[in-house]
């Protein structure tokens, strides 16, 4: 018979005089955020470093990534097309040529277009599923590789509530599709990965300001119609999705793994 292999527990903290906060910090550990440059890829970076995460932050755009940068003492900024192989591999070995390891991997980038499914361009459709899924899936890849061999790592992709639910009057199938496959890709791999020490989790925003949904958000008819879908009758604010991302990133989920977390306002419930 071949023995079973399981990861082992983390060593128990020493109760009562432990700091139930400090499950919450990544103090030395070296976090890459994708999409970094704005939005919510900006946040979780400056959200990371204040954890005490080492962020490299990762996206197309230099100048807006130097700019999030500041804000992130000790981080390290690499430009990368997250769609391109040879983009992807020259990040991650550059990380961990520089850095050495890599703890924490936020796979945020995405795109989005609405469009009805009949009028919906196969090129289109094939190009936002390459950078919302194929790309998650090649990052987890390599990024994991190095996690596999440290024995320890987090992902957490962030997915959509529209990987969870249709998105209905506002057409979007190519972004609903390639969202529920993030949901299914972070069980697969975490069920791969479980008993050799790295956590894949996903996060399902509701709705929150960005580049994606400033049309919406920037006009009375589209707040309204997601206030209306909103049990708790707003978008949400930023600093919401901090503690989510935390909770993921670090020991404090350490028994948590191939969970989707809605941060949503209720929107998933009902």
Do not use: H
Not at 116 to 145: H, K, P, W
Request: glycine residues 10%.
């Amino acid at each position: 018979m071949t023995a079973t292999t399981t990861t082992p527990p983390p060593p128990p903290l020493d109760a009562p005089s432990a700091d139930p906060a400090a499950l919450f910090r990544l103090d030395g550990q070296v976090a890459l955020v994708t999409g970094a440059s704005s939005g919510l890829g900006a946040r979780f970076a400056r959200v990371l470093a204040a954890a005490g995460a080492r962020v490299v932050l990762t996206a197309r755009r230099p100048e807006q990534l130097k700019a999030v940068a500041e804000d992130c003492p000790g981080s390290l900024v690499i430009p990368c097309d997250v769609t391109v192989p040879e983009d992807r591999e020259r990040l991650v070995t550059a990380v961990v040529e520089r850095l050495g390891r890599i703890d924490v991997l936020v796979n945020n980038a995405g795109s989005s277009q609405v469009v009805r499914a009949e009028r919906e361009q196969l090129a289109g459709f094939a190009a936002l599923v390459d950078i919302n899924l194929t790309s998650v899936f090649a990052l987890s890849q390599l990024a994991g590789a190095q996690m596999l061999a440290q024995g320890t790592g987090a992902i957490v992709n962030i997915a959509s509530i529209y990987g969870l639910v249709a998105s209905g009057t506002l057409p979007q199938a190519a972004y609903a599709a390639s969202k529920g496959g993030v949901l299914n890709l972070t069980r697969e791999l975490a069920a791969q990965w479980a008993r050799r020490g790295v956590r894949v989790n996903a996060i399902c925003p509701g709705w929150f300001r960005s580049e994606l949904t400033a049309e919406m958000l920037d006009t009375e008819s589209g707040r309204n119609w997601i206030n209306q879908r909103t049990p708790m009758g707003r978008e949400g604010t930023l600093d919401e999705l901090d503690g989510a991302l935390l909770y993921l990133a670090s020991r404090a989920s350490s028994y948590v793994t191939g969970t989707a977390l809605p941060v949503d306002g209720g929107y998933v419930s009902i």
